[in-house]
Structures are given as C-alpha cells and as structure tokens.
C-alpha cells in the first residue's frame, strides 16, 4: 500500500538531469545519496524513468538498442537524493576498446561510491534471469548495496508468466526479495517504486543524522 505521505511527496517531486559522465576522468565524489537504475539493454529503463516522473522525453527512448553509453544524474528534489541511469548492458555490438572503458566506468562507480544506498535493478517480466542480470546481482550482493528488482512490461505478461518469473528472481535473491512489478505503459508499480526508493534514502539519511558526527 502507497501511504497518503508518498503520494504528497511525488505529487510535487521533481526531476532534473544535472550531470552527464561519459569516462572516468569525468567521476567525481557526490555527497548525496544515490540510486542507480541498471538493466539490459532494451528492458525499458527509459520508459520506466519517464513514468516514474510523468515526463515523456526526460529519458530518451530509444529504437536502437544500445545507444546510451553515459551516467545520467537526476537530481530528486524534495529528497535531495539521485537517481543515475546507468547505461543498459548486455549489448554485443559495441566494439571491445568501447566495452572496456563503460567497464571501468561501471567498476568505479560501483566500487568507489560510499554515496550509492540502492541499485534498482530493472528486469524483463517475461524472460528467465539472464547471465548477466546475474552478474550485477552478485557485484551489488558483494558491495552490500540493496537491491529493488522490478519487472518490467508486466503488461506483456500473463499472470502465470508473471507468478513463473517472480519465483525464478525470489530463488535467485532469496525468499525476503519480492521483485515488484511494473509498467509504464499503465504505470502498475509507479508509486509502489517511489515509495521504496524513499524509503531507502530516508533510511541513510536518518542514519547519518543519529551518527556521532566523529564518525562521519
Ligand atoms: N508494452 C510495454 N512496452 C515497453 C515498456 N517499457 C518499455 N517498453 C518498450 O520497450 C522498448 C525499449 O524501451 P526503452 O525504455 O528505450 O528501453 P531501455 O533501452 O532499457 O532504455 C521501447 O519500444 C518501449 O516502448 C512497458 O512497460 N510495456
Ligand atoms: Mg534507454
């Protein structure tokens, strides 16, 4: 159930792209909280954005799978917190040397960012978990940074095809997981996933507040 606070809070959100990073010279350390959106390429990780923020063109939406290669900080205002589409994976066409420097990208995003407090992991309802979903499964497990599953294009999906993809992500992440469905095409889970990613950047922000500030 959404409460009546989350619904007042995405009411007035709003969203802004402020920082776009295509290589590693361009990292820098961001204090403020933030949550990354990952997925394969295709899976609808602009769409999903788009919905979440009721705005058709913020991410683009692309016909040619693989395209976006960069980080893209959006700055959540009120919350203070980002959210960071990162570029969707998994597509085989790119050239290696171009391959290996979003490796790096990724590496150091993930390995180097105390400011990461969630990793919304965007997956397609109608397919088995895939190698490389997997993959990000376990390098967010190894870094300990929460994981939101989503399935995306529910709409695609019967509820049997639904129920037999919920159940392969629950044996994959254990049986406290409870991958959310989504569409944004009748927007099923939008205001579910705000209040998620609410509740986790509420959840480092009330730590750091009770924190002796020696230790920060
Ligand atoms: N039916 C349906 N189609 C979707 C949904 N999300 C994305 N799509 C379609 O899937 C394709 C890829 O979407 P896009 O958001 O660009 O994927 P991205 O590469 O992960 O950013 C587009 O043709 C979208 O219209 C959804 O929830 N339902
Ligand atoms: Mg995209």
């Given at each position: ?23 590693l ?20 990780k ?7 923020t009721?705005r ?20 959540v ?5 980002y ?38 992991l965007?997956l ?7 190698t ?7 390098m ?20 049997r ?14 049986p ?41």
């Amino acid at each position: 159930m959404t409460s009546p606070d989350t619904l007042e809070k995405t009411r007035h959100t709003t969203v802004s792209l402020e920082k776009t990073i295509y290589t590693l010279g361009q990292m820098e350390k961001i204090p403020e909280p933030q949550i990354a959106l990952a997925g394969r390429s295709n899976v609808g990780k602009s769409s999903l954005l788009n919905c979440m923020t009721n705005r058709k063109k913020l991410a683009k939406i692309s016909s040619v799978p693989g395209k976006t290669r960069s980080l893209n900080y959006y700055l959540v205002q009120p919350g203070n917190f980002y959210l960071v589409d990162l570029p969707g994976y998994g597509y085989a066409k790119r050239p290696k040397s171009e391959r290996n420097v979003w490796g790096n990208v990724m590496e150091h995003f993930f390995t180097r960012n105390k400011s990461l407090v969630g990793l919304i992991l965007i997956l397609d309802c109608r397919l088995p978990p895939q190698t490389m979903d997997m993959e990000l499964v376990a390098m967010a497990q190894a870094i300990s940074v929460p994981l939101l599953p989503v399935l995306t294009k529910a709409d695609k999906c019967n509820q049997r095809e639904r129920t037999v993809t919920h159940r392969a992500w629950v044996d994959v992440l254990g049986p406290d997981a409870d991958p959310l469905f989504f569409s944004s095409k009748s927007r099923q889970g939008r205001a579910q996933l705000w209040n998620e990613i609410h509740n986790l950047v509420q959840a480092v922000t009330s730590d750091l507040e009770q924190a002796p500030t020696d230790t920060l």
